[in-house]
């Protein structure tokens, strides 16, 4: 099995250096991303830190090109092991001096790095050292042992994908998304004996009227319009930010935040948001999740200052940092 994995180590590697180095090199949201890495601190520019980048990303996929070649030298894989090294190095210094930028290993995600990027680039490392070792070409291996082979590319993808760079828009989102689908929702149950209530007992309960009303004197629009069952229409998410944001809670923990909105979902007539942040600083310094936790059918049409819950954890870990109501 040792063998197998060391023999089909070049595909693996190639499958994690092609994308990302083709992302470097082609994707649009390089030069976005530049200035918020640690190189663009290292180099002091974040213009230079993209022509690094795209650079970097044309050696990646002239490494994963030559890893996918037949294997008569060891030269490739010895060459990506020392790109894992320097990887590594290069994230050992952007934990150090710029804790809260994102690393740009794959030029797609602006989150803080973590302990997550210091293990793909300790794959990359590993995985040159096993192709340098090769002795037949992969899909000899893979023809000669088809179902370990099937299982090893598997487990591979598996554990590289849990290392990707933002595994809650990844994978776990997803997951819980899918469970709620087949569990259903938590508060299901509430929302139908509110229902039964209400039709057992329709005399009870006037219905509302939508009415156009026109703004005050002052100028002010009018409030936002009931439904016949008395609930508030619906609000965009962007409705929700900026209200957020003009929020004394905001204020408070805006100092943690580092990111634009990554993920949002309404739960129970809340509307959570999320966004990456850096807490503490200097050696200190961990990259966390700020969770907002706003009044889903509230606006600044209705209110002025929203009751809003923040919850601050561990990027890691997902311990709580801190929370307030």
């Known amino acids: 099995m040792s063998a197998l ?6 595909l693996v590697l190639a499958g994690v250096l092609g994308p990302a180095g083709a992302g470097k090199l082609f994707g649009r949201g390089t030069a976005r991303q530049a200035p918020r890495t640690a190189l663009a601190r290292l180099l002091r520019d974040g213009g230079r830190a993209a022509l690094v980048l795209r650079v970097l990303g044309a050696v990646e996929l002239l490494l994963a090109a030559a890893l996918l070649a037949p294997p008569t030298t060891p030269l490739p894989g010895a060459a990506a092991a020392l790109l894992g090294v320097g990887f590594l190095g290069y994230l050992g210094y952007a934990r150090t001096a710029a804790p809260g930028s994102s690393c740009g290993c794959t030029a797609r995600q602006e989150a803080p790095l973590t302990w997550r990027a210091f293990a793909r680039a300790a794959a990359v490392l590993a995985g040159g050292a096993a192709a340098a070792l090769a002795r037949q070409p992969w899909w000899t291996a893979a023809a000669r042992h088809p179902a370990a082979a099937a299982c090893l590319v598997l487990a591979a993808a598996v554990a590289l994908t849990a290392l990707s760079a933002d595994p809650e828009r990844c994978w776990r989102m997803p997951l819980r998304r899918l469970r709620l689908r087949i569990a259903g929702h938590p508060l299901a149950a509430t929302a139908t004996a509110t229902a039964a209530a209400t039709a057992v007992a329709p005399a009870t309960t006037p219905a509302t009227t939508q009415v156009a009303v026109p703004p005050d004197a002052a100028g002010a629009p009018p409030p ?5 069952a008395g609930a508030r229409t619906a609000v965009p998410v962007a409705a ?8 004394r809670a905001w204020q408070s923990v805006s100092r943690v935040v580092r990111s634009a909105l990554m993920d949002h979902w309404d739960d129970g007539g809340w509307r959570i948001l999320q966004f990456a942040g850096v807490y503490g600083g200097g050696t200190a310094a ?8 706003v009044d889903a059918a509230a606006s600044l049409d209705t209110v002025r200052e929203p009751a809003v819950r923040v919850s601050v954890i561990d990027a890691d870990s997902g311990a709580p940092v801190m929370a307030t109501a």
Not at 5 to 10: G, I, N, S
């Open 286 to 293: 961990r990259p966390v999740l700020v969770l907002f936790a």
């Open 5 to 10: 994995a060391r023999d089909l180590a070049p």
């Open 224 to 228: 936002v319009p009931l439904t016949a």
């Open 240 to 247: 929700t930010v900026e209200l957020l944001e003009r929020s």
